[in-house]
């Protein structure tokens, strides 16, 4: 049987994968992006290993911040500055909200500058970009995982034993974390086009810890303007918490509801920005 020549064979014709802008308001695929989502678990995990590769301590620095944190704070704010902690002892007082604070702090600072830091990624291959925010935030939940540790032996320490409220509490974890999605999309967005976004960050973050309820109760705001309290997210996460695992006597009501409400109305205008700026971020990154 005679030798096929090369150019007698057909031609392989190789599958094409055409890319078009999604269409629509928020147009969000969560098909696709689900079918990512070993993607999203595989850069959660190089997030994680990166953080602590070559460090002394490792792990331990998700503990030594807020702990060293509190310490800082109970000495200026409890002893000296004599802040008010509602019957509660001001060292966990002040634990127990900067728990969901540093979540918060480190998602937005990382996910403000998540699209720049993987402008390789980004310019290669295609995949959806929402993946690279949402593993910034996602990968702060290790680091609260551990530091969370050491305010069950501070409860233990001080006889405080949560009730049936404690079961809400994922309910904050997940209200912390899409305030940090939902800020941290518009700041990424924006960080690609307006590099000095990155520096704006570290000052935005220091304002917002102060105007939470942190290392003051929000008892010391009168009722009737408690409610304002509600369009700073974090000041109903951080008074969830306290209420959950600390058995704080306040009603979270009318704040609750504007806090959910404000982390909508970023989150879904965040989402808006974020894909209608999508299309470019490989061409201005």
């Known amino acids: 049987m005679a030798p096929v020549e090369e150019s007698a064979l057909p ?4 599958p094409v994968t055409i890319i078009q802008p999604a269409k629509g308001l928020i147009s969000i695929n969560f098909k696709e992006f689900w079918e990512y989502r070993e993607l999203l678990y595989f850069l959660i995990w190089r997030d994680v290993k990166v953080r602590y590769k070559q460090t002394t301590l490792g792990a331990a620095w998700a503990i030594i911040q807020p702990f060293m944190t509190m310490v800082v704070f109970t000495i200026f704010f409890g002893k000296l500055g004599k802040i008010p902690s509602d019957g509660i002892p ?17 998602a937005l600072g990382d996910s403000s500058n998540s699209l720049v830091a993987n402008q390789n990624l980004i310019t290669k291959v295609y995949f959806p970009r929402l993946i690279i925010p949402a593993t910034a ?20 320490y001080y006889g405080i034993f949560p009730d049936l409220r404690v079961l809400t509490l994922p309910a904050f974890i997940v209200m912390a974390i899409a305030t940090a999605l939902a800020v941290g999309l518009w700041l990424s967005a924006l960080n690609v086009k307006y590099r000095d976004v990155r520096h704006t960050t570290p000052f935005l973050v220091q304002l917002w810890l102060f105007a939470s309820p942190i290392a003051y109760p929000s008892s010391l705001v009168p009722e009737p303007w408690r409610v304002f309290l509600g ?3 974090m000041a109903g996460v951080v008074e969830g918490f306290r209420w959950a695992l600390l058995g704080k006597d306040v009603d979270l009501g009318p704040m609750m509801i504007v806090s959910w409400i404000m982390v909508a109305l970023l989150l879904i205008t965040g989402l808006i920005y974020f894909r209608r700026m999508e299309k470019t971020f490989a061409d201005v990154v």
């Open 90 to 106: 001001y060292p966990i007082f002040a634990y127990c909200a900067l728990l969901p604070w540093q979540l918060f702090a480190k």
């Open 137 to 156: 935030v996602l990968s702060g939940l290790v680091d609260f995982a551990i530091a969370f540790v050491v305010l069950l032996g501070m409860m233990v």
């Open 231 to 233: 369009l700073n997210p």
């Open 11 to 14: 031609p392989t014709e190789l």
